[in-house]
């Protein structure tokens, strides 16, 4: 039945993760300067004292995307509970990945690859400037924790369901 609970909980996870293509990953502050970190590469506005990323964070968006297509599967996947444990069970893992490559890898990556850009031809400095720089996560950063959390109460709801079939079968 696609009216119960667990509906909304992968729902609201696959509306989080669209969201974090509008809301900003990191804020890095530098000396004089803030560089907003998004999923998506923006140009940047004459008016703003604010710089953006020059390229796209591919890998993020790509888990992303295969998190939000397995999500929207899932719901769809309500007459055949064992199978929406399993496709659940591996958007779980996808989301995991996400926020361990947010958080442990493309963050850093995302600070040198801007310095490298703005900095060119001052490598040896790029290392102190990075250590310098404040890290501020933004509220994008935070969805994949909301997301995950999203899940279990999902894969709770499903549980739910399966014992409930379960048991009504035992009773025929």
Not at 22 to 50: E, G
Not at 68 to 84: C, G, H, M, P
Not at 96 to 107: C, D, E, N, R
Request: some cysteine; proline content about 2%.
């Amino acid at each position: 039945m696609i009216q119960r609970i667990q509906t909304l909980w992968l729902f609201l996870a696959a509306l989080l993760a669209v969201l974090a293509f509008f809301f900003p990953l990191a804020n890095f502050s530098l000396q004089d300067q803030d560089i907003i970190y998004n999923l998506v590469a923006k140009t940047p506005d004459i008016n703003s004292p604010s710089y953006y990323q020059q390229s796209s964070a591919i890998v993020l968006i790509i888990l992303n995307c295969v998190f939000i297509a397995l999500t929207l599967v899932t719901i769809f996947l309500y007459k055949n509970r064992v199978l929406q444990m399993k496709v659940l069970a591996f958007a779980f893992l996808v989301a995991v990945a996400y926020t361990f490559v947010l958080f442990l890898y493309q963050t850093d990556a995302g600070l040198k690859e801007i310095l490298q850009y703005f900095m060119q031809g001052k490598e040896d400095m790029i290392d102190s400037v990075m250590k310098s720089a404040k890290t501020i996560y933004g509220v994008g950063s935070y969805f994949c924790v909301a997301q995950i959390l999203c899940l279990i109460f999902a894969r709770n709801g499903i549980r739910k369901d399966e014992k409930l079939v379960r048991s009504s079968d035992r009773l025929r």
